[in-house]
């Protein structure tokens, strides 16, 4: 079975920036490579008690949390759950020519108008969007209501609110 190993998305997003220079690969960890290496054993009892050695300090390593071990499945959820942030081109969120999430639907847990009268809405998965134009939305965006956001220009995005007019909002968290 086939797993990749993925560093602590903490981790990732303080040191993301120094490595994010020319989408910079990550090495797998020497944990794993080290137990992949196992199969090159010609002795079947040798290669056997190398693979439970390595098999053991995966492990451990997995459990301390030194790694963590994920799907394809769970790394989509984090970009769903990071869509909107400027992200350095990591490895860790697919390989060059991946799919990019292009757009988000979602529902609104609150809404609110500053003074000024722009909306911020937080999404049902805590993802707080400020709008950044000056459109007055037809209806007031309330909680329940579902959006659709996709990519827009400058790193701004296009909200729908229940497919009516889009407005021009940005992730604020």
């Given at each position: ?36 290496n196992c ?6 009892q040798e ?127």
């Amino acid at each position: 079975m086939l797993v990749r190993a993925i560093f602590m998305p903490a981790f990732l997003l303080y040191t993301a920036p120094l490595l994010a220079q020319n989408g910079a690969d990550l090495k797998a960890p020497s944990v794993f490579t080290d137990l992949i290496n196992c199969k090159s054993i010609e002795n079947a009892q040798e290669r056997l008690a190398c693979y439970d050695q390595k098999v053991d300090s995966l492990d451990k390593a997995q459990q301390n949390e030194d790694i963590i071990v994920t799907d394809k499945e769970a790394v989509q959820d984090a970009k769903k759950g990071l869509f909107g942030f400027s992200l350095p081109k990591l490895k860790i969120f697919g390989k060059e020519g991946d799919t990019q999430l292009e757009e988000l639907v979602s529902t609104i847990k609150s809404a609110h108008q500053d003074r000024s009268g722009k909306w911020t809405f937080v999404l049902e998965d805590g993802a707080e969007w400020q709008q950044i134009d000056s459109e007055i939305p037809r209806r007031d965006p309330k909680a329940g209501m579902e959006v659709k956001i996709r990519k827009a220009s400058l790193g701004s995005y296009f909200v729908n609110v229940e497919g009516r007019r889009a407005i021009r909002m940005r992730r604020i968290g």
